[in-house]
């Protein structure tokens, strides 16, 4: 009923606690410390807002937008940091999935490829973290001419390193390339 709305004369809303809002529930959780906080907040998110909802009207999708992007960010950061909590207690298979769902949702969020990187190579899939990696390498210069940041090419030479398995080829700072055998 009309107790559920709120205006200020120039803006419309829904008054807190009379309506259930997933959006709204996810922000709150965002905002909260602790396993659980981010465990909920990274279960709340269920893709794009109002996703099925039309309007032509350029103030309703230029808000849309902008709230679409930012609930994708918290939900993106809630599950990273699931991710990362799943893999500090040795669960790295959970943080595998965690991490592979943020990367879904945003492919060009490094700390999520980092999180699939140490988790394949934690699971004894080094070559594959690598291989990942030589991916995001790709896509970061062919969709936004850039490379990735230094921690995630750190992380990358070090999973080259310390690979035991044989020779592994990884896309080094600055667009060079090496091949280097370990033993």
Not at 106 to 121: P, S
């Amino acid at each position: 009923g009309h107790e559920a709305i709120v205006t200020d004369g120039k803006t419309v809303g829904l008054r807190p606690g009379v309506v259930d809002c997933d959006a709204a529930r996810l922000g709150q959780a965002s905002g909260k410390r602790g396993s659980i906080a981010v465990r909920d907040a990274a279960e709340l998110y269920d893709g794009a807002l109002l996703d099925e909802i039309h309007v032509e009207e350029p103030a309703w999708n230029d808000w849309l937008l902008a709230e679409r992007e930012r609930l994708s960010d918290l939900a993106v950061g809630a599950i990273v940091a699931q991710a990362e909590q799943e893999f500090a207690i040795g669960h790295f298979s959970k943080a595998l999935a965690l991490a592979h769902r943020a990367v879904t949702l945003n492919r060009f969020r490094e700390d999520a490829h980092r999180v699939v990187f140490r988790a394949l190579a934690a699971t004894g899939r080094k070559a594959e973290a690598i291989r990942r990696f030589n991916d995001l390498t790709a896509y970061l210069a062919v969709e936004l001419g850039a490379e990735p940041d230094e921690e995630t090419r750190r992380l990358a030479a070090y999973l080259v390193e310390t690979d035991g398995g044989g020779t592994a080829h990884v896309v080094l700072a600055h667009g060079e390339s090496g091949t280097r055998g370990v033993t």
